[in-house]
């Protein structure tokens, strides 16, 4: 089984610069959820990583972004698809190792599955998400969705080398389909 590892929000869920503060606040971008089975289809674990600091905002509590996850989870569940954990950062400090564009989320990723991340997608939609996957060593995709299109005009130089997709949805027909 290969890794993949998605950023939530911009990238299977609909974004918002307010943070998405409840399960009526999250809805899946269309053709999202699709992706994620056809991603599992095709031999790939799907593992989300995700900045939550909405949380260390006070924004939301724990107890709701697990209703936020459940919600994700059934949704999955409900067109044949399977996301394996999702890992978070509820901190709102820059620092810390494991609130992206620092990697500490994505290796401790790599820790737990005994996944070796060199070369494992991790589909993001701004600079934070490509920051940490290179640092990582892992292999940053960009998808146009949620703050994607805005990362490509504002961060081109940060975005040099990284295969860009419309949305989730392209990123799995992409990495299902053979290239040869």
Known sequence: M?????DRDGVIN??????IKSPEEWNPIPGSLEAITRLNHGGY???IATNQSGIGRGLLDLE???QIHRKMHRMVQEVGGLIEAIFFCPD?????????????????IGRRLKCNL???PVVGDSVRDIRAARAANAWPLLVRTGKGAR?????AESCANVLVFDDLATVAEYLTTDHE
């Open 45 to 47: 674990r799907v593992v």
């Open 151 to 155: 990362t490509l005009e504002r961060e």
């Open 2 to 6: 290969k890794l993949i590892i998605l």
């Open 118 to 120: 060199q070369g494992a």
């Open 64 to 66: 709701t972004l697990n």
């Open 14 to 19: 609909e974004d918002s610069d307010a943070y």
């Open 92 to 108: 709102v400090d820059e620092a810390n190792p494991f609130r992206k564009p620092n990697p500490g989320m994505l290796l401790e």
